[in-house]
């Protein structure tokens, strides 16, 4: 059985480490960042409605108190957003710088928190904040040099990991005892929508047939097979496994871009990427060691 969720667990990765190449393989084929966003979310929803609205789930979301609902809303908003930044990274920046630096999520997630929440930072989780932090200034210094990267697909790309730890915030005190499948179509939908209403001022209704295939994997395999398995996967495996999993998604999707484009990371750009994830690593190390400090003391 716990060969079975380790299983699972490789597979999730596998799948949201496609998402950055196919991303940029649809960019590739002509489409816009928002409308490859627009249809990702929107197959991931129609393939989740059926189930949703047979178990009743999405029914029981639509039945919730008011400010659960507006909660919901912002977090499919910022989705879109975090969606709408990210992919457009991608088109300056290497698939493997954007996609580490938007996996500073956590440390936006904690900043946040700590001041809308005042949730302060755990002491143990700080000197790991401190490296990734030194990683991502490293790939900011090496990219305004100009010969390593671009500094505007780097700043899109930490924008991403702001909303999408907005998106993670907004979602946490939504779903509360909201059913998991009927939660992540209502919220897929509110995304799906506003990503259609940014389409016109950002790139328009830009879809070419070619790309069609990179957008159908991205909702399958990313979506589907990646975020919401990792979701699933939360009811049996400790969230402190899925995080620490989640930390090999950059180097998955820079072999996945070099297997597919050829797309070669320069040294100086891998290893400011490998600092951004070694100190997720030990930042991720450290909320595990303060958790466990406040289980003892309990």
Not at 146 to 166: K, N, Q, W
Not at 271 to 290: H, N
Request: with cysteine; charged share 10%.
């Amino acid at each position: 059985m716990k060969m079975n969720k380790a299983l699972l667990v490789v597979l999730a990765v596998l799948g949201v480490s496609v998402s950055g190449p196919m991303v940029k393989w649809s960019l590739g084929c002509g489409a816009s960042p928002v409308m490859i966003a627009f249809g990702r979310m929107l197959i991931s929803a129609l393939l989740l409605l059926i189930p949703a609205l047979k178990s009743g789930e999405l029914q029981a979301v639509l039945r919730a108190p008011k400010k659960q609902l507006v909660l919901a809303c912002a977090a499919g908003f910022l989705l879109a957003l975090h969606y709408t930044s990210w992919m457009t990274s991608l088109s300056f920046a290497s698939t493997f710088v954007s996609t580490a630096l938007v996996c500073t999520q956590p440390l936006f997630v904690a900043a946040l928190s700590g001041i809308l929440l005042h949730e302060p930072i755990q002491r143990e989780a700080i000197p790991g904040a401190i490296v990734a932090i030194i990683g991502a200034a490293l790939i900011a210094l090496l990219s305004m040099t100009g010969e390593h990267g671009s500094l505007l697909g780097d700043v899109l790309a930490l924008v991403g990991a702001v909303f999408i730890a907005g998106h993670w915030l907004c979602g946490r005190a939504a779903r509360r005892n909201l059913p998991a499948i009927g939660y992540m179509t209502f919220v897929y939908l509110v995304t799906a929508v506003c990503l259609l209403c940014f389409s016109p001022f950002l790139g328009g209704f830009k879809v070419t047939l070619s790309s069609l295939g990179g957008i159908v994997v991205l909702a399958l395999v990313c979506t589907l097979g990646g975020h919401a398995l990792m979701t699933y996967l939360l009811g049996f495996v400790s969230a402190d496994v899925v995080s620490f999993a989640l930390l090999g998604e950059p180097i998955g999707a820079a072999l996945w871009a070099l297997l597919l484009f050829r797309e070669p990371v320069t040294m100086p750009l891998l290893v400011g990427g490998m600092t951004v994830i070694v100190g997720l690593a030990l930042y991720t190390w450290g909320e595990m060691v303060a958790a466990k400090r406040g289980e003892s003391r309990n």
